[in-house]
Structures are given as structure tokens and as C-alpha cells.
């Protein structure tokens, strides 16, 4: 079974400056997908960043990045010039062809900007 | 982009009652969707996968018989909580996807059972 793991319940940065959250997941499966997800207290989730395993170049959205390290299993979500509206719960999940494209999802990190 | 919708955003209902919820690909035919539950501070865990016009397949540990999917139309999933109790209350969310790897999330709903 595909586990995830978000070590960090709970984080703040200041406004303007980065902050990285941690994510690390197990799988036997070699083709998967990576994603992390963005839920504001209006509680709609929303998709931040997406990774492909068979991708080596680490995916960019704008002031979101990604570090996927595959061999260690790790896949943390890296946020650049902080802003107030990042304030949100973060949930890192994963999928695969051979979990019928279920997602898993991570138990989440509530990250706090601060002005 | 692909818009889901859920309807309604808010329930409350007394115990015993039944209550549905659905769940609508806006702009966009939806073959699979899928049923989430998330408790206060928690992650979602999936409940169910609903595929048009077959049964839907429920993960372990979740009654079949108390939460009914039917997902009739290729934009239409619903969720029917029968014999509502306290403890079923929660946050329900379902997703719709696109393609077998890129799922939309809709608003969410919040059952309240009295």
C-alpha cells in the first residue's frame, strides 16, 4: 500500500520570504504521480503543482516548486515570496496506474503567513 | 478550466433522515468521480469511486448501504447518506476527473445530523 508522510503539522513564514514543507511517500510501483494541494479556510481544494516520476526536471508554477528526489522518496513543495493568501492547509498525495488513479493523500501542513 | 460543482454547500438534517448530495462536472463530462470525507483538521479520505452507469466501488471499512452512489449521467454523481446520524456528520467533497490522472474538486459539503 502507498503511504504518504507530512512530518510538519504546522508552519509559518513571514511575508515575502520562502518557506519549504516536507513530504515523503513509499511506493513499490516505478510510474506514478505527485501532487500538492492547497485548501483555504474556504476549504475548495485546489491543485498547486503536479510531478510525473518518470520527469527528472523538478516541476514550476510560478512562485511554487517542487524538489523531487525519487530515489529517497521525497517530494517537498518549496513557496517562494510568501503571501498572505498562502495561508492554507497543504496535502501532499499520490497516485498510480496500479491504484486505479486513487489519490492517497498526506494528513496535510497548515502553513500560516505572516504580515 | 474544468469547474465542479456541489450542491448544497450546507445541510443540516435530524436524525434517521436521508440525505443526497451531488455533484456536477460544469464543463466537462466526468466518467469517473470520486467521494471524499474530511473530519475537522484532518486529510480526506476517499470514500468511493463512482463510474457511469455501473456500480460504484467503495473502500474498505465504508458501508455500501448507507452511503448510496449513483452516477447516472457522465456530469452527475450523487450521494445519498441514509438513516443520518450525529456521527456522520462531516465534510463531504467529491472530485471528477478529466483524464485517469488529473482530478477537479468541487466546493465541498458540510452535513450537519442534529
Redesign the interface.
Known amino acids: 500500500a502507498q503511504t504518504v508522510t507530512q512530518s510538519q503539522p504546522e508552519m509559518s513564514v513571514q511575508e515575502a520570504e520562502t518557506v519549504t514543507l516536507s513530504c515523503t511517500y513509499d511506493t513499490s510501483e516505478s510510474n506514478y504521480?505527485l501532487f500538492w494541494?492547497k485548501q483555504p479556510p474556504?476549504?475548495?481544494?485546489?491543485?498547486v503543482i503536479r510531478q510525473?516520476a518518470y520527469k527528472q526536471q523538478n516541476a514550476t508554477e510560478n512562485r511554487f516548486s517542487v524538489n523531487f528526489q525519487k530515489a529517497a522518496k521525497s517530494f517537498s513543495l518549496k513557496i517562494s515570496d510568501s503571501q498572505l493568501g498562502d495561508t492554507a492547509m497543504y496535502?501532499c498525495a499520490f497516485?498510480t496506474?496500479g491504484s486505479?488513479?486513487?489519490?492517497?493523500?498526506?494528513?496535510?501542513t497548515?502553513l500560516t503567513v505572516n504580515p | 478550466g474544468a469547474v465542479v460543482s456541489q450542491h448544497p454547500s450546507r445541510v443540516i438534517c435530524k436524525s434517521g433522515t436521508s440525505v443526497k448530495i451531488e455533484c456536477r462536472s460544469l464543463d466537462f463530462q466526468a466518467t469517473?468521480m470520486?467521494w471524499y470525507r474530511?473530519f475537522p483538521?484532518?486529510?480526506?479520505m476517499?470514500m468511493a469511486?463512482s463510474n457511469e452507469g455501473s456500480k460504484a466501488?467503495y473502500e474498505q471499512g465504508v458501508e455500501k448501504d448507507k452511503f448510496l452512489i449513483n452516477h447516472a449521467s457522465l456530469t452527475l454523481s450523487t450521494l445519498t447518506v441514509t438513516s443520518a446520524h450525529p456521527e456522520d456528520s462531516s465534510?463531504y467533497?467529491c472530485?471528477a476527473?478529466t483524464t485517469?490522472?488529473t482530478?477537479?474538486?468541487g466546493?465541498?459539503t458540510r452535513l450537519t445530523v442534529l
Open positions: 504521480y494541494y474556504s476549504r475548495q481544494m485546489i491543485l510525473e496535502f497516485m496506474s486505479n488513479y486513487k489519490l492517497t493523500f498526506g494528513k496535510g497548515l | 469517473t470520486f474530511q483538521k484532518k486529510s480526506l476517499l469511486t466501488t465534510f467533497i472530485s476527473e485517469p490522472d482530478q477537479y474538486f466546493p465541498g
